[in-house]
């Protein structure tokens, strides 16, 4: 899932729409579920305390990526501290049978906070490094995908900094990554980089592409490309 964004679509539409979501999500019994951020579109009390609520009813388990409407296009020391009250850890990992999946805060890359941005750096290609050495397969999930159209592409509100996406792809080939899910463009976005599948994906706010609002439900066994397909929802 991507951009719950609670608020941005109407806030009791999108309160409405991740509930039909949770649903038909429910009802599919996945392993798990992600949302690659944007879960609110204001961050307060209220909005973390609404989504925690709706996360709730979702049976699977189910891990968050933060956006820029949670940590804020330039995050601070309190603007982290106050997401990580309230939602847990911007970033960590987790394993499901032979593959890790790697959470990551891409606003720490938009726009950098002084050790906080080295610290996930680091954490980051430390856990890349002994997952890769373990022979797992990786997936990335995160907000701000690497790139949109081609990774030389200017940097825009949609990409992360030339220079850093540069490195972290290069870190992501020798590592073995095999996909990075992610949201941010409300727009449904695939691209193949060196093999590596890279998708933004459905959501329950609102998009710019007029699709179905909806969300991707991923198949991933021993074949690549892996196999996913949309689910819209059934009451729009
Ligand atoms: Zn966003």
Redesign the pocket.
């Known amino acids: 899932m991507c ?1 719950p ?1 609670l608020g941005f679509g109407g806030y009791e539409h999108d309160i409405r729409t991740f509930r039909q979501a949770t649903q038909q999500i429910n009802a599919l019994h996945p392993d798990f579920v992600v949302i690659c ?2 879960l609110v579109n204001g961050s307060s009390r209220k909005s973390y305390s609404d989504f925690k609520a709706l996360l709730h009813d979702l049976n699977p388990r189910c891990f968050c990526a933060p ?3 949670d940590v804020h296009n330039a995050p601070t020391p309190a603007s982290l501290a106050f997401y990580r009250k309230e939602m847990g850890p911007d970033y960590y990992s987790f394993e499901q049978d032979d593959s890790t999946f790697i959470v990551l805060d891409t606003q720490l890359w938009k726009s950098p906070v002084p050790g906080e941005t080295e610290r996930q750096e680091g954490w980051f290609r430390n856990t890349l490094s002994k997952a890769h050495r373990a022979g797992r397969r990786i997936f990335l999930i995160q ?2 995908p690497f790139f949109v159209k081609s990774a030389d592409e200017p940097d825009n509100y949609y990409n992360l900094p030339e220079e850093k996406r540069l490195e972290l792809l290069r870190l992501c080939e020798e590592n073995g990554v095999v996909a990075i899910l992610a ?2 463009t ?1 727009k449904t976005i695939i691209n193949d980089y060196h093999g590596i599948l890279m998708v933004t994906g459905e959501l329950t706010s609102r998009n710019f592409d007029h699709r179905p609002l909806g969300f991707r439900v991923w198949h991933i066994g021993a074949q690549r490309p892996f196999q996913s397909e949309v689910v819209p929802l059934n009451v729009q």
Request: proline letters at 0%; a negative charge; glycine letters at 24%.
């Open positions: 951009d964004q951020g944007d956006g820029n409407h907000h701000v949201g941010h409300h």
